[in-house]
Structure formats: C-alpha cells, structure tokens
C-alpha cells in the first residue's frame, strides 16, 4: 500500500485501518516494512485503538526522509485482552512531496496456548477454564498468560506490583542521586523509553522510568529496594521483573541482594546499552541464608537519549519477613554454607555426576556448563559464578594454583610473593593511591572489594596467576567481561588466557598504565570444552603498578540446547537441529557448534 497525494488541500490525514481483533497473548509482535522517501514526506504513526479506551496509543513512528529503501518495523503488542484496531496514520503539512509505503505485515506469536489434554509436573500450571498448559513461571507475574486469568488468581498483592496504584511495598533509596518517575505513555523525550507500559499495553497504564535528561549527570544512579524475605530456605524464590532499555545513550541497569543494610550487597544480575524499543523479561533465582532485601539500580549514561524502564515486578516462591523491618549493620558479613558430606542413593556411574539433593544422573559435561541441570543448582556450585563482584570477600571459585602448591611450605614465603589478593581503598597504606584503585567498579565506594595482583612483592617479570576450576563446556556468544584498573608508572601487564589440557593460549593483553580509572573490556569466548580461564597479572620494574580486575561476568555461555519445538519462521534449523536466529547466520560465527550456519552452501 502507498500514500498517492492527489489534492493540495492543507493538513489531509491518510488513515489504514486493520480488522478488528479480539485479543493477543503475552508474547505477541507485528512487524511490517515500510518505506518513507522524500524531501518533504512527512512524519507518520501507527495507533493502536482499544475498545473502550478513549486515547489512542502510540505504538510507533517515523519522523522524516529514511532514504530510498524499505526498512523494517518490529512492534511488541503484548497481552491486549480487549477487542482493538491498528491504524496507521500519515498527515500532510500541506505540501507532501515524497513516496511512503507499507509491506508484508505479520503478526507472530498472538495466539493463546492451545488447550491440552494433561499438565503433568511442579514446572508446569494448567488453566482452569481455557485448559491451556503454561510455564510455572508464568504464574502470579502480573500477566494473564492463560486468557482466563486463573494463572493470576490467588496471588499475594504485596508480592507484586505494576505501579498502577503507586510503588506497592517497594521504597526509593535515600542515599543514591535521583528517584524513579511514576509515568503513564511516552517519556518526555522523543527515540530513548517507552511509549506505553508493560501490565496494559496502552498509554493509561503506569510504569516507572528513569529521566536522563539535565540536571541529570553521566553515572548518577536511582535504586528502588524491595520489602524484605525471609531465607528462602530449600525452596526456590524467584524475582521477575520487566525491563526497558531504548536509546542510543542507555547506560545500565543492575540488580542486588543484600543481607546488611548499609552495603549494596552482590551483584545478582546487570544488563548494558541500547535493548531496542521493547520491554524484556528478566526472572533471577533468589537463595539466602538470612533475611535479604533486593535492590533495582538504574545508572544514567552519557546524554539525554538514557531513559530506562521499569514494570510488572514479582516474587514467586519467596516469602515476607516478620521481623523487624530493618536488615542488620555490619562492617563485614560472612557466609558459606557446606555441601553435605554424603551423597544421596543413586544408580550413576563413574562418568555421570550425582545431584546432591534427588540423587538424579548428568552427564559430566553437564556440570560447570552454565546451566543448572539439578533442581538444586548443586551441578553448578563448586564451579565459577557467572557474575563476580568480589563483595562480601567472595572469590567465586577463582583460585591461584601456584599458591595452593606452595601452601605446604613456609606462610612467609607465601606472603612475600607476587600474587592475587583482595583489597579496598578504605585499607590502602599511605602512597599505594597512586598506583591502587581508591574505590572498586561495582559500588564505587572505598568499602567496595576488588581483586588486585599487589606489586610491592615480588620481582621485575614474576607472574601471578588466577584461574577458574575447569568450565565444562560453553555456547557459540558466550564472552566474559570484566572491568580492570592499570595506572602507575611501572605497570607491566594484564593477560586473559584460556588453558585446555596442556595446551595456553593468549586471548587478551594490556600492558603500560591506561590512566587512573575503571576500564571494561570483553573478550569472546565461543563454543570451547573442558577448560580453564587464567588472568595473569604480570609484574613490572618496580612496586608503582598494581593491576586491578572488578566485576567479572560470563555472558550468553550456557550452551545451545536442542529444543522440542520446531525452529520459528525467524530462526534457522542448524545441521544438528539446534535452533539459532537468521541473524546469525554468515556472520564469521559459529554459532550451531558443527559451523553449519557458516557453509559457502547458504
């Protein structure tokens, strides 16, 4: 369809209207192409019209010239439980000089479940009136999943919340720069937030966003704390939230879980940069020994195209503290919890690992891949965390085996030699502030822990090594990330390797001071089996060099899982029936694992 001006008369609105539909599930899009070329063409919009809602909500637009080319318009629709219509507008100025046009609409994912016969399993929630089957999950999360409502019966209104009303239970930190805004529609600026909310899909709903224009300055932050739980016990409490990161200057968001009150507590979970106009889905597992609070941080980036969303945030499977409203103070907070001694009855054999809690049998290329595979997470437990933030003195199974071999020896040995250890600025010495890091990356505070490699032992060209235990087996995106801090004026140098058998192999180096600051870097990792990860932090001429690594993150590494559905019109189905976006595919990436979505064939 295109827009054939035909009249000059001033201000003409060409509309196209779909059919009316009456509902679309959680998961719905539309996407359409659309072209829009001219010197004056125009702006142009496409509406979305509820029955019963008097304004119209703004789904998407076009502002001016996009060049002489189609380009594609992905939309999230959502759960719209009421009857409605899309229209798309284009209005005249008057004088329209220019082609607009519209192609292929498709509507994906708009269906509700189908019903089922059975619903077997703890992971599973069978609908009462539509007979459908949905992922437990799904359950009490603020979205009517099933079409009729039962999945979100009976839940506990003060373990929700989607800010229609107000914050429900959840309070604005006092001790962080700026608060979270209460909105209904778009954010005041145009290209960066949402232009409806998550819970309704419209513009009469509520979400909270952050404002990054001025006075607003680059990394202030704005958390939200959450009541406080009781331990979780052996059970399973989850925290699901909607998230919203559009525009070219989106910083970052990040979740905690702390046990004390006057810490940030450790890092659960962080997300970085522009996520496209959309709102996603984030669920977090949640275990604690002791009373805990969970803490949502938004951090403002570099301009005023920054805005971050929040919505439809709920716990499942946790329950409320009735105790007294306050978490403890502590100047330093210890926890560890051993694993039981015995194992339980099982039929595994000598290459199959035993869940700790069921007895059930993984494969061992199961354990350290990522991906808890026991209902206890115990196949993931003595291996390295996915997110490290060194808080609470935590290594995260990173260990220095150079030590550990020397450990029979004299302890003065051990201390004089150049190794890793962990520091904060609040303990540095007189004179180490000029080559040691004031404060660490994840709180930005002197209490903040970091893991450093301290040059004032040691000799020119000594090496200290810190590595993680071995990592069965990772995906084709998997990358690790970490923040490091080089400056002094005898800095020598920071590596990343990998170590597979007897085999080392240099991924990453930086060596020389890079000034008095946190620097991020990220280093692919892709699809490897049975290996180590190694920082070696090498030493220079003199004690003036400390070399500093904070916030360590694997991301995207558990690996590919065959699923039981067929691959989607957007994927491609790979030579080993794995399923990977079309994206993907001739991008020097060998994303299927058997390098099939890289042939000269396609």
């Known amino acids: 369809m295109f827009i054939l001006k035909s009249s000059s008369s001033i201000s003409q609105i060409a509309q196209l209207r779909s059919p009316k539909f009456r509902q679309t599930a959680s998961n719905c899009t539309l996407s359409f192409w659309y072209y829009n070329c001219g010197q004056s063409v125009g702006a142009a919009e496409l509406q979305l019209l509820v029955d019963g809602l008097r304004q119209p909500t703004t789904l998407w637009r076009t502002y001016y010239n996009e060049g002489n080319q189609w380009l594609k318009a992905v939309i999230q629709l959502g759960r719209l439980p009421h009857p409605f219509q899309l229209s798309l507008d284009k209005i005249s100025l008057g004088f329209y000089e220019g082609i607009s046009a519209i192609d292929d609409v498709r509507f994906e994912n708009c269906a509700l479940p189908p019903p089922t016969l059975n619903c077997e399993g703890p992971n599973h929630f069978w609908c009462r009136d539509t007979k459908a089957c949905i992922d437990r999950l799904l359950v009490c999360d603020l979205m009517d999943d099933c079409g009729d409502g039962s999945d979100e019966d009976s839940c506990d209104p003060e373990q929700q919340c989607n800010f229609e009303s107000g914050l429900c239970n959840w309070e604005q930190d006092v001790e962080d720069e700026f608060d979270w805004v209460r909105i209904r529609g778009p954010t005041p600026t145009v290209n960066t937030g949402p232009l409806k909310d998550h819970t309704t899909g419209t513009a009469r709903g509520h979400y909270l966003y952050l404002e990054s224009s001025k006075p607003r300055q680059f990394q202030d932050k704005a958390v939200l704390l959450s009541p406080l739980f009781n331990p979780s016990g052996n059970g399973t409490c989850v925290f699901r ?3 919203h990161m559009f525009g070219r200057e989106v910083y970052k968001l990040s979740v905690f879980q702390r046990t004390v009150s006057n810490t940030k507590g ?3 979970w962080y997300k970085f940069g522009n996520q496209e106009n959309r709102w996603m889905r984030q669920t977090l597992y949640i275990s604690s ?6 803490l949502v941080e938004g ?6 195209t920054g805005d971050i969303g929040l ?9 409320l503290y009735s105790g007294k409203r306050i978490l403890p103070t502590m100047s330093t907070t210890t926890s560890g919890t051993s694993a039981p001694a015995t194992l339980p009855t099982n039929s595994c054999t000598e290459k199959e690992f035993v869940c700790r809690a069921s007895g059930h049998c993984i494969q061992m290329i199961q354990q350290c891949d990522f991906r808890p595979d026991c209902s206890d997470k115990s196949d993931e437990s003595t291996c390295v965390k996915e997110v490290c933030d060194f808080e ?11 030590l550990e071999q020397m450990s029979g020896s004299s302890s003065l040995h051990i201390t004089n030699t150049f190794r890793w250890q962990l520091g904060r600025g609040a303990n540095l010495y007189p004179e180490q502030e000029q080559h040691c890091p004031l404060t660490d990356h994840t709180t930005s505070t002197e209490e903040g822990w970091y893991l450093f490699a301290d040059s004032s032992n040691g000799e020119f060209g000594h090496t200290a090594d810190i590595a993680t235990p071995v990592i069965s087996l990772t995906g084709p995106r998997c990358k690790i990330m970490f923040w490091n801090h080089m400056n002094g004026s005898t800095i020598g140098s920071l590596e990343v390797l990998c170590k597979s058998s007897n085999r080392t192999s240099k991924l990453w180096t930086q060596s020389g001071s890079q000034g008095p600051q946190w620097n991020r870097a ?3 990792l892709g699809i490897r089996s049975n290996f180590q990860v190694i920082f070696r932090a090498k030493r220079g001429v003199s004690y003036m060099g400390d070399v500093a690594v904070d916030d360590i993150t694997f991301e995207d590494c558990s690996p590919l899982l065959i699923s039981d559905k067929p691959c989607t019109s957007e994927e491609f189905m790979c030579a080993n029936k794995y399923c990977i976006p079309k994206n993907n ?9 058997d390098n099939s979505d890289e042939s000269p064939s396609i």
């Open 241 to 243: 939230f909607h998230y």
């Open 266 to 268: 450790w890092l659960l």
């Open 289 to 294: 020994s002791k009373p805990f609070q969970i």
């Open 299 to 304: 951090t403002i980036g570099d301009g005023f």
């Open 311 to 319: 919505d439809d945030m709920s716990f499942l499977g946790c329950t």
């Open 392 to 402: 609470d003195k935590d290594l995260c199974g990173w260990h220095q085996p150079a």
């Open 522 to 524: 990220e280093v692919f």
């Open 585 to 593: 595919l001739c991008d020097f990436v060998n994303d299927c694992a």
